[in-house]
């Protein structure tokens, strides 16, 4: 199953990067020291992988256009550490389950053993509940680290961004559980990025590079044990700075994301000014 365009589907949002009308203003303002940044939420999300006929897949969503936040981007299942979460996995597990009905967890007493069933119909229940009711423990365990992205200090709406790795669970099936997304599907990491440099798909700088680094890897053993090898990963945060008559917006690490942007308003929009590296 694969995803189709925001282009395709009629009446979307051009691919590429994604990159919001009113960041531009708020970068310039950010750079002048005049924005006072907000504090970031934790939040968890999952690059949740399968091996396909022809190699390595990952299950992608396609955010409704009407979303405030990247509307008619393609992203993974995730969402914000909630109240009740008990760390960090939890929420990438309990988000997982609440977005695609796949369910990381196992018995209380046989912790070792996963669970096979999903919730295949219907809207899936409260998480925390579930694994109450049917006396199971989330196993967060299966959650192999592989990024962590914090969003720029000029965006309103911020957060420190886990990203994990996660094996479809045998006799589990992901489908479209969440009320923010229209359509969900699984894709080679290659032809994601492909579709994306062909602006077919549109995504946020995060969704492309930890895609990238999927790319060396046939297989899901293989992904998850780079993820276990590599430990808690360091958080990659945007910087804005002006230089010369320009505004710059750079993620450290990642120049293919770099944006230039006059450092005031042109008399023909923002558009016409902006230009990627």
């Not at 939890?90 to 912790?111: K, Q, S």
């Amino acid at each position: 199953m694969g995803l189709v365009s925001g282009s395709a589907s009629g009446g979307g949002r051009p691919g590429g990067q994604w990159f919001p009308p009113e960041w531009p203003e708020r970068i310039r303002a950010l750079a002048r020291g005049e924005l006072t940044p907000v504090v970031p939420r934790v939040a968890a999300t999952v690059l949740l992988l399968r091996d396909g006929a022809d190699g390595l897949e990952v299950f992608l969503l396609r955010r409704r256009l009407s979303m405030a936040f990247a509307g008619g981007a393609h992203a993974f299942p995730g969402g914000a550490m909630e109240p009740g979460d008990e760390s960090v996995r939890y929420t990438a597990a309990r988000e997982l389950f609440e977005e695609t009905g796949v369910l990381l967890a196992a018995p209380a007493a046989e912790p070792g053993r996963l669970v096979a069933e999903a919730v295949t119909e219907g809207d899936p229940p409260p998480f925390g509940e579930l694994l109450a009711r049917r006396g199971l423990v989330a196993r967060g365990d299966l959650l192999g680290a592989w990024a962590r992205w914090i969003t720029p200090e000029f965006e309103a709406r911020r957060y420190d961004t886990w990203f994990f790795v996660a094996a479809l669970p045998p006799g589990q099936r992901a489908r479209n559980a969440s009320t923010e997304a229209d359509h969900t599907g699984w894709l080679p990491p290659a032809l994601a990025i492909a579709r994306y440099e062909r602006r077919e798909l549109l995504m946020m700088p995060p969704t492309v590079a930890t895609l990238r680094r999927l790319l060396p890897h046939r297989t899901v053993a293989a992904a998850l044990a780079e993820a276990a090898a590599g430990g808690d990963p360091e958080p990659v945060l945007a910087r804005a700075r002006l230089v010369g008559d320009e505004v710059v917006l750079s993620w450290p690490g990642y120049e293919e994301f770099e944006k230039r942007l006059p450092r005031e308003p042109t008399a023909g929009g923002e558009e016409s000014g902006e230009r990627t590296r």
